[in-house]
């Protein structure tokens, strides 16, 4: 077992090429898929971050290049200072392991069968003892797992291949938490809160939220109408500037974390700003779109994460289409999906053109497959990618660009929420 101190290998990348001494994710070949791990209660505690690559012309390097791949992503910027659940390569199986975002937050997934290897009990508290948190693929609860029991913080379950209560009583009895990958869903996701499972892989479990179907009505909480009328207003052709600052006016809330917005150092005025009026002119049609959504998430447990989703997704399809109205789409659409919202209901309080509320609500046109094609990147559905004319690898760069340039923002942004 290699000592924790020496360096695992980096492949040749230049550390410095990414924000904080990090290679960036367009350094990273293949496609990077990152799903969240979220709690029944609906908390995104952490990720599981997947690289996939094609065959090399030489099989025998395939290995050495996807442990290389995982050794240069950016985990700062993919996970914040979430859990990150990676699979663990035959190098790291031997203790070539990456460098925790946060220490005892890096959980690496033994594949399945791993308890059939030579002294795999041995070698699972041998990675314990680096500081490894581990997880086992394909639990089935089968005796020849046992004895991985207490060296594991996690087990993951497919959904569908078996009773899922007989396995949960097992995993916790041995102390390890149960997290289901699979989920297609919402019955799917009421079995695994039944049966008492800890946590969902890739889907946003937001029971509280579901959303409900095209042509049925929910009762919007406090604010959230009148943030959706803001909406309306800030994705306007020509934005009128006065009638927005009417809007915010009316609601102390606003005018609190707009003013905070705008006298925050990341604006780095020079005097302080005492009106709504003002500020809006110098926060921009953009960053209010982001605060809007912000406090229309401020309920949910995991709103950071969740606005950090909808800026990605945005981010992506502005990118891919090279079209501001691609932003649009991306983040009317999340932002359906984080609140539960039909996306018929958003489009039309927002007022969005024909082309953007069809992109939104069927993915049709041109905006509507750029938005299907990111869609199907967020479920790690390559195949889906594919027809809808992209290329994963790039599709996956482009995203995880934009997923690391979302996240300082909606850092920023929940964090002023919360004052």
């Given amino acids: 077992m290699q000592p924790s101190s020496q360096p695992a290998p980096t492949g040749g990348l230049d550390p410095s090429t990414g924000a904080g001494g990090h290679p960036t994710a367009a350094t990273v070949p293949g496609t990077v898929h990152r799903r969240p791990v979220v709690t029944l209660d609906g908390h995104v505690v952490g990720y599981s971050v997947t690289v996939s690559l094609d065959p090399g012309p030489d099989a025998s390097d395939d290995a050495q290049r996807l442990h290389d791949a995982y050794l240069a992503l950016d985990l700062p910027n993919l996970v914040a200072d979430r859990f990150v659940l990676l699979p663990a390569t035959p190098l790291m199986l031997e203790g070539f392991v ?31 003892g680096l500081g490894m948190q581990l997880a086992l693929d394909g639990y089935r609860g089968e005796p020849a797992q046992d004895p991985l029991l207490p060296q594991l913080s996690f087990v993951l379950v497919r959904h569908a291949s078996g009773p899922l209560a007989p396995l949960v009583h097992a995993a916790h009895a041995g102390q390890a938490r149960v997290l289901v990958t699979g989920l297609t869903d919402r019955a799917a996701e009421d079995e695994c809160r039944a049966a008492g499972v800890d946590g969902l892989v890739g889907t946003s479990a937001a029971p509280a939220e579901a959303a409900p179907a095209e042509g049925t009505t929910r009762v919007f909480r406090a604010g959230e109408a009148q943030c959706l009328a803001l909406l309306h207003l800030l994705h306007e052709e020509e934005p009128d500037f006065g009638a927005i600052s009417q809007v915010i006016d009316t609601d102390p809330v606003l005018v609190l974390r707009v003013l ?24 921009g049609v953009k960053e209010l779109r982001t605060l809007v959504s912000a406090l229309m998430l401020d309920a949910r447990p995991d709103a950071m994460d969740s606005l950090w989703l909808i800026l990605a997704r945005a981010l992506t399809c502005e990118t891919l289409a090279q079209d501001s109205a691609a932003y649009t789409v991306g983040m009317l659409s999340a932002l359906s999906e984080q609140l539960g919202i039909p996306a018929s209901v958003v489009v039309e309080k927002v007022g969005v053109s024909p082309a953007v509320a069809d992109a939104v609500r069927y993915e049709s046109g041109e905006l509507g497959n750029v938005l299907h094609a990111v869609r199907a990147h967020e479920r790690a559905d390559t195949l889906m990618v594919i027809a809808a004319g992209f290329q994963p690898e790039e599709l996956s760069a482009v995203y995880m660009r934009s997923v690391s340039d979302a996240l300082e923002t909606a850092r920023a942004v929940t964090r002023q929420n919360q004052l």
């Fill in 98 to 128: 990456p460098t925790p975002v946060v220490p005892g937050r890096l959980v690496l997934t033994l594949p399945a069968g791993f308890e059939l290897t030579a002294d795999a009990a041995t070698r699972a508290a041998a990675l314990r």
């Fill in 260 to 283: 905070h917005l705008v006298n925050s150092g990341a604006f780095a005025l020079r005097h302080s700003v005492d009106t709504v009026s003002q500020a809006v002119v110098l926060v």
